[in-house]
């Protein structure tokens, strides 16, 4: 409220002159307080940000993506203001909605917990995971393990199909153990997956029903939060590939406890089918959630690389062939899961900027400039 106080008062002392000017309505001091609030969110050297937009406030917000028409977001939610004991999936209109006021139209069944929702093509329906079939509860979170930060790899998530009003319309995985991390591709043809169905965390992809499920990596490590190419022709992911005796050791006691550590990760890249597969990154640190730039021939994505304690994440880009690592964000809290819409205009993030001190993680729309 201080920075919209100090822009009412500016309007104020501008219109103060020789001349006589129209009295300003009340929308016109709205709409500048506005823009000194998303201008204030920008930090110094985010010159790709042409403006800043927060979307949500309280909670924790993450994983937004566009609907194929960019009109809406979907994207996963913690909130205890909205009763909810742990993620569950929303949709709204971004450019409409105001979720400052309002819940938006959750599409989960509100049971078990759930992740990564995506939408599919005709954006009537989309597709998430889910525990609820398992349990109605939440599952537990893991503790730290011997200091460690992990991951739960909750054997009980499946993936399912839901049409907007919340209604599921068909389950994708049956097999036992770990299916999630779900995304479809711009030609809205095939889907994207990571499952534990082979004994180690693989992506796999398969038709927008399921069908003609095809292994796509095959190494030892997790393999996840895949995305493909704007021509879906690539894939880009992060993995965790143990190589030492003692890594491997260590990672496959930590999955055999349904856990991993994402302390260590690097991008990946690859055709669609899996083949002329490359490591992109070797960064050191924690490397991951990377999306395709729109034309195809960068990568956004979140790291720790630069810092010594492992904290804050900021943004990156990086040429597919590894060269031209650009930092995007310069902000000393968490920045991550970018992701651009279809047309390219803007870029939806996850952001603990402007939260007042506190852990809400939030969502932010920025309108991209190259």
């Known amino acids: 409220m201080r920075k919209i106080a100090i822009a009412i008062l500016s309007l104020g002392l501008f219109a103060c002159g020789t001349k006589k000017k129209p009295e300003t309505t009340t929308e016109e001091i709205e709409a500048t307080a506005n823009v000194a609030v998303e201008s204030s969110i920008i930090n110094e050297d985010e010159n790709h940000f042409a403006s800043l937009k927060q979307l949500t406030n309280g909670g ?17 939610v913690s909130n ?9 999936i929303f949709v709204f209109d971004w450019q409409k909605d105001n979720l400052m006021e309002k819940v938006p139209q959750m599409v989960s069944t509100g049971l078990g917990r759930t992740t990564c929702s995506y939408f599919l093509p005709g954006d009537t329906t989309l597709v998430y995971a889910s525990t609820h079939l398992a349990d109605s509860a939440c599952p537990p979170t893991p503790e730290r393990t011997n200091g460690s930060y992990v991951w739960p790899i909750y054997e009980s998530f499946d993936i399912f199909t839901a049409d907007l009003q919340g209604n599921i319309t068909n389950q994708l995985t049956t097999e036992p153990g770990y299916d999630a991390e779900a995304t479809v591709s711009p030609k809205g043809d095939k889907i994207v997956f990571t499952s534990i169905r082979t004994g180690d965390l693989e992506l796999f992809t398969c038709d927008i ?8 990596t095959f190494d030892l490590g997790y393999d996840g939060g895949a995305f493909f190419s704007p021509d ?13 005796v003692g890594e491997i050791a260590k990672y496959k006691s930590l999955l055999d406890r349904g856990l991993v550590e994402p302390t260590n990760m690097e991008l990946y890249i690859c055709n669609a089918d899996g083949s002329k597969l490359t490591q992109l990154t070797d960064l050191g640190k924690a490397n991951w959630c990377p999306f395709f730039h729109p034309s195809g021939n960068k990568i956004i994505f979140a790291s720790n690389y630069s810092t010594e304690r492992g904290y804050p994440f900021n943004l990156y880009m990086i040429n597919t062939d590894g060269t031209g690592l650009e930092q995007v964000t310069h902000d000393d809290t968490f920045d991550a899961f970018p992701v651009f819409s279809n047309d390219g205009k803007h870029l ?7 939260n007042g001190g506190t852990r809400e993680t939030n969502l932010f729309v920025a309108e991209w400039q190259d």
Request: net charge negative; proline share 4%.
């Open 60 to 76: 924790d917000n993450a994983e937004a993506y566009w609907s194929f028409d960019d009109s809406k977001l979907v994207f996963q």
């Open 80 to 88: 205890p203001e909205w009763e909810l004991e742990c993620d569950q």
């Open 209 to 216: 029903d399921g069908s003609n499920v095809t292994q796509i």
């Open 232 to 244: 879906g022709t690539q894939l880009i992911f992060r993995s965790s590939r143990p190589k030492t």
């Open 348 to 354: 939806v993030f996850s952001s603990n900027r402007n």
